[in-house]
Every structure is written in C-alpha cells, then in structure tokens.
C-alpha cells in the first residue's frame, strides 16, 4: 500500500507510539483487504463503549492511548444513561467503570455523547460520496445506503485509528465497484411504520453481507430506512442496501439488475410479528433502535398523549436530541415512559433483569435473545404502547 512521507513517519514511531499503533491498525487492514493508500475521513464512530462488551481488557487498552483526534469523533452507546443511571438499576461498579471508559475517550478528544444515530448531531452530517469511518452497524448501514456516504462496518479499534490519524484504508465500500447491488429483493405488498424491520428482519437471513436491490411499492420515508437497514445489518450482515428510485445511489445509477432475485411476501413480514404471541406479555417495553429520531419522538408524544403507561417503557434516543427538544421528552414522561439517553436496550445489563421485552426494531428483536437472555416479542409502535398498558388519564 502506497504512504506518504508523513505516514510512513508515524508509523516509524516519529509523532508517537500511539499514532504508531493506530496507522499500524490501518496499514495491517489496507494490505489485508489490498488497499491502494490510505484515504482521509469526515467522522469516525467508535464502538466499543459499553463496558458489558469491553469489559476490563478494553478499558485498558483505551487508556493507554495519547493524543487528540484528528477528526470529528463520537461514541456508540454505553452501558448506561450516564445521568439516570440509578433508575436503571445499574451497579454503582459497573457505573464507575462505564465513566472511566467515558473519560478515556474523553482525553483523546472523542466526543462523549453515545449514539447509534449520529447522522442527526451537528458536525456528523453527511453527504453524498463522503468517506467516513464509522462502526456501529446500523449508523454504517443509513450513511452507505440513506446517504450515500462512504464507510466500512469499522471495528472499534479501527474506527478509533481512524478518528486519531484522521484517515482509513481505501477498500471496501470506499470503492465504486463494491457497491453495486448483487442480489434483487422483490416486495411486492405495501410496507408502512414497523413493517420496514420486519422485512430486514427477514431479508437480511437470506441476503447474508451481500449488497442488494430492493423494489418495493411507495417511497419509504428516512425513519422507516433506518429501521431496515438495521435490521438487514442484524439478521445479516448488510453494510448497504440500495432501493429503487428512493436511496440516493439508486436514484443516481445504472446498476445492472442482479440474477438472483428473491421475492418477499407479505406472510414472511407477518409471522416477524408473530414470533411468540402465544404466550406473551412483556415486562418492559423499549422503542429507539436505532436512537430516536425527532420525527419518532413527535410521533410517540402524540400516541401518549393523555395516557398513563402501567408498565416500564424506554424510549431510546441520543442526548443532544432529546436536549433539543425538551417538550417532546416532558410530554413523553408525563405518560410514565422514560427517555433514555447514552444507551440502549441491547447494550445495557439493566435488560438483563426482565425475562420478556417488546419492541419495534428488527435488530433488537435479533439481539435481544441471544446478547440479554431475554426473550422478544415484535411490534409495531402503536401495539408497543398498548403493550405498555397505556390507560386514558380521565
Ligand atoms: Fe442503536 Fe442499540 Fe439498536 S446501538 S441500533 S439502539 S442495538
């Protein structure tokens, strides 16, 4: 792989060891993947934050590091709501640790607001053709294919080379020729609200990493995007997808229509809804998985208006949003649902302590299960509130 003058000097060690171990990071995945150079980033997204999946190894290897960023930089979801953290029911040791990764990060420059959505925060915008480092797979899967910006599904590590060289490897999906669609998915029944996850729900099983093409009838609003691109990234492993004549590289190209062509029915997205209906009712609601955007937390202050919620429900959403709008988070938690900030329902060890959970999110249904022990039912929004024992306040 081709370095500048400037690269080859830090990975000699000249600018310090840390900027050495990250280009070095960089360097092994370019001549694994057979990059040509190493490109520079907007933003990076770091996962690895949550000290439930790091643990003590990872908060030691972020602490280690030295130096500042490059480069705009933001973290996945923690373990916890870094403010309410008590009413989770969270272990204060668990807390102290999950702070200590929080202000590891913090010393290198990385901003410390956890989210899966960064796309919505100021100085994480993106635009068409922009390369970014991010990780987390849902936020890699909407700047690929709702943007049509440019990243690999970066590991943490990576994402945080990137973010402190301010540059990543040129492979991948940083290449016009890796993202042309190889497999057509066929809908052919109209899709509205949850009815997006279910469908990468159970496309994503089938599609496995490839790049597909969906056509589908009517025009997907960005929300409903977002909830099967993260589903696609959680039953599979779909890092972009394109949708005829709606996302912006569908819009744009010619691609060739791929040979193999798979057809959705709409009794395949119906039995996602039915998984474990026989026997359900749930002891926790969560929504916001991906992190809420406003548009959902208007669309929720609306369906809660004037209810009381019997049961405990999460609205998941990143902090900078729900500081933004704080009416829509005190018409929310007048019904008794509680905003969540910094974390989510699949990251937290708080899900762990409920034995059944409802939510609306392809990829919490997918992850639930097996990351929390926890068994998932799926609904859509209005059926998570009903769920949740909504009564009429007079
Ligand atoms: Fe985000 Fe957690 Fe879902 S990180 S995409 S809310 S699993």
Redesign the pocket.
């Given at each position: 792989m081709y370095l500048t003058k400037e690269e080859e000097k830090t990975l000699e060690g000249e600018y310090g060891e840390s900027l050495r171990k990250a280009i070095e990071i960089l360097v092994a995945l370019g001549d694994i993947y057979e990059a040509d150079s190493l490109i520079p980033v907007k933003s990076a997204q770091i996962a690895g934050v949550s000290y439930k999946t790091i643990g003590d190894a990872g908060l030691e290897w972020i602490s280690d590091l030295k130096g500042k960023v490059k480069i705009p930089a933001i973290l996945?979801?923690a373990g916890m709501d870094m403010l309410r953290w008590k009413e989770m029911g969270i272990e204060p040791n668990f807390a102290r640790k999950q702070q200590e990764i929080i202000d590891a990060y913090e010393r290198l420059g990385i901003r410390t607001k956890c989210t899966?959505t960064p796309y919505y925060l100021e100085g994480f915008d993106a635009k068409l053709g922009d390369h970014l480092a991010w990780s987390?797979s849902?936020a890699v899967s909407y700047a690929n294919s709702v943007i049509g910006a440019r990243t690999n599904r970066e590991g943490g590590p990576s994402a945080l080379s990137a973010a402190l060289v301010g540059k990543t490897a040129n492979y991948g999906y940083h290449l016009d020729e890796m993202r042309e669609p190889v497999i057509a998915v066929t809908v052919d029944c109209e899709l509205s609200g949850s009815d997006y996850g279910a469908l990468g729900y159970v496309a994503g099983k089938i599609i496995g990493s490839r790049v597909p093409i969906f056509s589908m009838k009517g025009h997907p609003s960005n929300d409903e995007l977002k909830t099967l691109g993260?589903a696609l990234a959680a039953s599979g492993a779909v890092a972009l997808y394109h949708v005829e004549g709606v996302t912006p590289e569908a819009v744009r190209n010619k691609f060739t229509k791929p040979e193999e062509i798979v057809p959705v029915e709409r009794g395949q997205i119906d039995e996602v809804y039915e998984t474990n209906s026989d026997i359900w009712s749930s002891e926790i609601i969560t929504v916001?998985?991906?992190?809420c955007s406003p548009e959902e937390l208007e669309k929720i202050a609306r369906l809660v208006y004037g209810k009381k919620l019997e049961k405990e429900m999460w609205v998941?959403t990143a902090r900078e949003v729900a500081e933004r709008y704080p009416d829509l988070v005190k018409r929310i938690e007048k019904s008794g649902a509680k905003i969540v900030c910094d974390t989510?329902m699949?990251?937290s060890p708080a899900t762990n302590k409920y034995s059944s959970i409802t939510v609306n999110?392809g990829?919490?249904l997918a992850?639930v299960p097996s990351m929390c022990k926890v068994a998932a039912k799926y609904a859509s929004i209005e059926d998570c509130i009903k769920e949740a024992g909504a009564i009429d306040e007079n």
């Open positions: 996945n979801p899966c987390e849902s993260a916001g998985c991906p992190h998941c989510c699949v990251v999110s990829k919490a992850y």
